[in-house]
């Protein structure tokens, strides 16, 4: 990995292709952040074609809300088992703490989910 700073310019297209790569991996690797992306996308897409956009934008907020905090997570979990693959009490702490970050925002995304559920059925 070369030193960001050294890199001549800033190029968007690399950066999505990074963007891409990562969520890929963490869809793919993490059936945390699986789930939670096929459970959102259909609701999403109903709100879309239903044109409740202010739902679509709460939808959304919730979604990447969610998949920010279990990509930290994930992070931090991979990170932590890199500096210390040994049982250590720091290192349970630190994955205790992004793990409740993460476990808060799966508690607003189901909320969410689930009232944009029960809006969307009694639109119909």
């Known amino acids: 990995m070369t030193n960001k700073f050294r890199t001549s310019g800033y190029h968007p297209v690399r950066k999505l292709k990074v963007i891409f790569a990562g969520l890929y991996v963490a869809v793919v690797t993490d059936f945390s952040v699986a789930y939670k992306v096929v459970l959102s996308v259909p609701i999403l ?3 879309f074609l239903l044109r409740q956009w202010v739902d679509v934008s709460l ?3 919730a979604m ?3 998949l920010i905090a279990e990509l930290f997570n994930s992070a931090i979990e991979v990170l932590c088992d890199f500096v210390e693959p040994q049982h250590n009490d720091r290192i349970r702490v630190t994955k205790d703490i ?3 970050a993460a476990g808060i925002s799966i508690l607003v995304w189901a909320i969410v ?3 944009e559920i029960i809006h969307l059925f009694q639109r119909q």
Request: glycine letters at 14%; zero cysteines; aromatic letters at 0%.
């Open 45 to 47: 897409g109903a709100a």
């Open 59 to 61: 939808i959304l907020l």
């Open 98 to 100: 992004a793990a409740a």
């Open 113 to 115: 989910l689930l009232m």
């Open 64 to 66: 990447g809300l969610v």
